[in-house]
């Protein structure tokens, strides 16, 4: 039988969810050295941070999103779950789907 989750644990998952489920985002991205996430027990949410008064996600968009309403929706999704702030950080876009079918060559 495996633990029950903690407060902490079910937020991040929860927030990753609905920032995955937003139109125009691809994936979460955990930074560039890798140190975006929730750390818990044996296991970490990638791109989100939980913090005191908010949160922190940082995502990849898909190449044709719009910047500000994806980052707008970001915080529609996010802002009930965590009842205050949501950060949301640019960190990439996807390369368009035609240029990974054409680069090799």
């Known amino acids: 039988m495996s633990p029950q ?3 902490a644990q079910s937020l991040a998952d ?3 969810e609905a920032v995955l489920a937003v139109d125009g ?3 979460t991205h955990t930074g560039t050295f890798g140190e975006v996430g929730t750390y818990l027990p044996g296991r970490r949410v990638p791109g989100v941070r939980l913090r005191p008064g908010g949160a922190e996600v940082h995502v990849v968009l898909e190449w044709d999103a719009p910047v500000g ?5 970001i915080r529609a999704a996010t802002a009930s779950l965590t009842g205050a702030t949501v950060d949301v950080v ?5 390369a ?10």
């Open 5 to 7: 989750p903690g407060p």
């Open 14 to 16: 929860a927030v990753r």
């Open 25 to 27: 985002v691809a994936d």
């Open 69 to 73: 309403a994806t980052a707008d929706a």
């Open 90 to 94: 640019i960190q990439d876009v996807a």
């Open 96 to 105: 368009p789907p035609d240029a990974v079918a054409g680069s090799r060559r």
